[in-house]
Nanobody
Framework: QVTLVESGGGLVQAGASLRLSCAASGGTFSSFSMGWFRQTPGKEREFVAAITRGDVYTYYADSVKGRFTISRDDAKKMVYLQMEKVQPEDTAVYYC?????????????????WGQGTQVTASS
């Protein structure tokens, strides 16, 4: 229904900044809450950040709070994750996701569509 494509991942030095982008198509973007999750091989997918439809609330995992910022641009159908002071433990495949919910969007079960992921690698 809604297609999501992430971009902006890459190799970055620890302490540096990176911005991930997620482009949406095929749906009413402004109706969705949006989130970012990440996953490393052999590990469960982990919540990173979320933003409600209408940009009413934002949520962050404790591990990234104060360093990462999620934002959205409904006119462009884009969601961003601005990553500051990236650390090696942030290394993962990052996934953009869309939710039809307003609450509990820190849970992966709230999401109905997922992007293909983009790799972020932070080296020390």
């Amino acid at each position: 229904q809604v297609t999501l494509v992430e971009s902006g991942g890459g190799l970055v030095q620890a302490g540096a900044s990176l911005r991930l982008s997620c482009a949406a198509s095929g749906g009413t973007f402004s109706s969705f809450s949006m989130g970012w999750f990440r996953q490393t091989p052999g590990k469960e997918r982990e919540f990173v950040a979320a933003i409600t439809r209408g940009d009413v609330y934002t949520y962050y995992a404790d591990s990234v709070k104060g360093r990462f910022t999620i934002s959205r641009d409904d006119a462009k159908k884009m969601v961003y994750l601005q990553m500051e002071k990236v650390q090696p433990e942030d290394t993962a495949v990052y996934y953009c996701a869309a939710s039809d919910a307003f609450y509990y969007i820190d849970r992966d079960s709230a999401y109905i569509s997922w992007g293909q992921g983009t790799q972020v690698t932070a080296s020390s």
